[in-house]
Structure formats: C-alpha cells, structure tokens
C-alpha cells in the first residue's frame, strides 16, 4: 500500500511535491478508505486531473524512475559513466540542485520510508527506516548512506565487505537485493510488483492489444471470471468460446498463445448467437482486456496499480466501473490502490469521491508544475463543500488546472 510519494527537480516539478494518499478526517464516503495498523485511514483510489502539459503524466514517470533505478541501478551504473536522469530544465535552481524521490509505503504488515538524492554523476544520498508501531510515529533505522559512507543495522552488517566495494552510481537498496534479509527484501519486491502503465504510451498499448490477457483458461474458475468481465464491460458480448491453437499458434508480436478467443454477439434477425474473433472487438473493449490482468492481479494480492490516460478510449461509465472495482469492498478485500491520470470530468463527482481523492495539477508561470488536493484547495479563504459540484466547478476553472483557451483564435 502507498502511503505517500516525494519528489522534486524531476521533468517540468521543480519544487518538492507530495501525493499524499493519508485520509482526511472528513467523514463522507468512508468505505472510499482502508485501515491501516493503526487505525490511520488511506485512499483506495486517486484521480489525478489536469489540462494538457501540466504535468499529470510526470507525476508516475517520476515513480516509474524511482522504480527502475531501484531495480536496475547495479545493471545500468555498469554500462554508463552517467545515471539516465532528467531535471527541470528551465532555471539554472533545477540544472543544480539534486533530484530526490521518496515513497512511504506498506508492505506485508512493515510500514517504510524509503528515498534517496541524485545527479546524473551519482547517488548523494540513499536512506531507509521501517516503523515502529508500539510508538505513534517512530521509524528506526534500516540504512543511511551520504556519499559512499553507510550507517546500517545490525541485520546488514554483513553486507560491509561488498559495500566497499560499490560503485557511487549504484542504490544500496538494489545492492542488497540479492542478501535474505527481511526489511530488503521486503522494499525491494514492492517496487518489482507495484505496476505503472501508460496508454498514452502508443507501443505499450499496441503490444498488449495484440496479446491475450494472461488467464488460464484450462481452469474453469478463471475462465469463467474473464467471461463475466467481458460481459460486464461489454453489453454486446454474450460469452466466449475458447479454441486451442496448434504449435504455429503465434500472435503478431511473436508471441505463443495456446488458446483462441472468439466472442459471442447475439443476431438481432434469427436470435442465435454468432462469432468474432476477439481482437476485432472495438478498441475500447481491447484495451480493457489489456488491462484485465493488471486490474484483476492487484485486486488479488492488494497491490498498488499507478495508470496514466485511463480514460483514453474508455466511456465513461467503464472507467467508472474500473473504479468501483477498487472502491468496493467485496471486489477489493485486500486494500488494492488505483492511481490514474485523466481528463474525464464524467468520474469528478462528489458521489464517487472524496475531496482529498481528488487532485489537480497546473503549471505556474515560470513552467513549473504544481500538485494539490481538493481537500486543501480554498475559494476565497473557504474549503470546498463535500455537497459542491466538482467537475461543474472544475469546468468552470473554480479550481484552477484547466487549459488557458484563447477564445479569440481564428476570429
């Protein structure tokens, strides 16, 4: 579970930013909430909204580039004399200063803080601290790094020999992943299982198009799962039928499926139902198959799934229908997160969200984007009510976060 992200000097963020997923102490749509440890509430889901090139998309690549070098940091400190790295890039503060990431984070009953400072010669700094709960809010040390100097635990005082060894561009954190030591271990598989994808990446979403979703469809229960979601989203489709291929049964990207998928659409004229491949489905359709196994895997293990452009090609109500899958309790009992980007005003509403679900970003004037809540949003020194009209609002650019659309072009 993501409790909160920081970062700053990364793309068009200058500023340190946080996405805070902590709930509020406003009292609507609680079962919107899930309960941690110690009775402290977080948000299932966070919608993110803001005009074209203000930054939405930057706020998961900067995650997503929190991820990697946690992850490869040791693979790519070897092939490089410089770390991938791209700070603000419009005042000299931003070609300067170091770039920081930071998650608070949950993961299998262990609380972290985990982050670390950059350039793009090498890591300046790199800390984590696991929480204590018989205190209110006590972390104790894990690691700490400045430089290539290290404080570490007595659990990681193994490591010291390799250590010394290390390079200044590589994460400790991906160093230690290969030792069996719990709290590691324990960060380390959080980044590898917690997802990003982005439709607006057009490869991304022409690779999964062409590939079935990954079920095994030899087991009944998971066959018949996909068959009602496909029905679900898709009021045309009445059923599937499964067809095994042969050994020569290889996708367009090369890939082997052992199953066909034809779907079932009722004849209006004889009543009977007839078949269509299921890649000639519209591409809305398609792209929620895609983004069948991602949904239904963080929904299983309580997982958190960061999307940007959820709504490119969806209708509104599925990507309303997307939301109640984690909003829902008895479609989510494991406190699965969705985090997503979008333009759809359709999902902007005081009967799906709580004011700190909802965020906006903008650019200021010097380019540099900005991050806030609803929640902490004032119109003339007032919060906004829970009963206001949040997307009418929003359109009308009470909250700021819209396109400046010069009216007159063209006349």
Avoid: C
Avoid at 208 to 228: C, G, M, Y
């Amino acid at each position: 579970m993501l409790i909160q992200f920081n970062f700053e000097n990364y793309k068009s963020y200058l500023d340190e930013v946080s996405l805070d997923l902590t709930a509020t102490s406003y009292t609507e749509l609680k079962d919107n909430l899930i309960e941690g440890k110690k009775k402290e509430m977080y948000m299932k889901v966070v919608s993110i909204y803001g005009a074209n090139a203000s930054g939405k998309s930057n706020i998961l690549e900067a995650f997503e580039h929190m991820k990697r070098l946690v992850i490869k940091s040791l693979e790519e400190s070897n092939k490089s004399n410089k770390m991938y790295l791209k700070r603000f890039q419009f005042s000299e503060v931003g070609k300067k200063t170091p770039a920081l990431f930071e998650v608070f984070f949950m993961h299998k009953g262990k609380e972290y803080q985990y982050g670390f400072n950059l350039n793009e010669k090498k890591i300046l700094s790199e800390w984590l601290y696991k929480r204590n709960f018989r205190f209110k809010k006590k972390y104790e040390l894990v690691f700490e790094r400045e430089g290539q100097k290290y404080n570490l635990n007595k659990d990681l005082q193994k490591a010291n020999d390799i250590i010394e060894i290390m390079n200044e561009k590589t994460l400790l954190i991906t160093l230690l992943s290969s030792f069996e030591v719990e709290d590691i271990k324990n960060v380390f598989d959080w980044f590898v299982e917690t997802e990003v994808i982005n439709f607006g990446n057009v490869t991304f979403e022409y690779i999964i198009s062409k590939s079935l979703p990954k079920v095994d469809f030899d087991n009944e229960k998971e066959s018949n799962r996909f068959t009602e979601f496909l029905e679900n989203i898709d009021i045309g489709i009445k059923g599937i039928r499964k067809e095994k291929t042969s050994l020569n049964g290889h996708t367009d990207n090369g890939a082997f499926e052992k199953y066909r998928i034809y779907t079932k659409h009722l004849n209006m004229d004889t009543g009977k139902l007839e078949e269509i491949p299921l890649s000639e489905e519209s591409s809305g359709t398609i792209k929620m198959i895609g983004l069948y196994r991602f949904i239904l895997d963080a929904l299983q293990k309580g997982k958190t799934l960061l999307v940007d452009e959820m709504d490119a090609k969806l209708h509104p109500l599925l990507t309303r229908y997307i939301i109640n899958l984690f909003q829902n309790s008895d479609s989510n009992p494991k406190g699965a997160q969705l985090i997503f980007t979008t333009h759809d005003t359709n999902t902007l509403s005081n009967e799906l969200f709580r004011r700190d679900q909802i965020w906006f970003v903008e650019k200021d004037k010097r380019g540099v984007s900005e991050l806030f809540s609803l929640a902490e949003y004032k119109i003339d020194d007032k919060k906004v009510r829970k009963d206001a009209s949040y997307n009418k609002d929003y359109l009308g650019g009470r909250y700021g976060a819209i396109p400046n659309i010069d009216m007159k072009v063209g006349e």
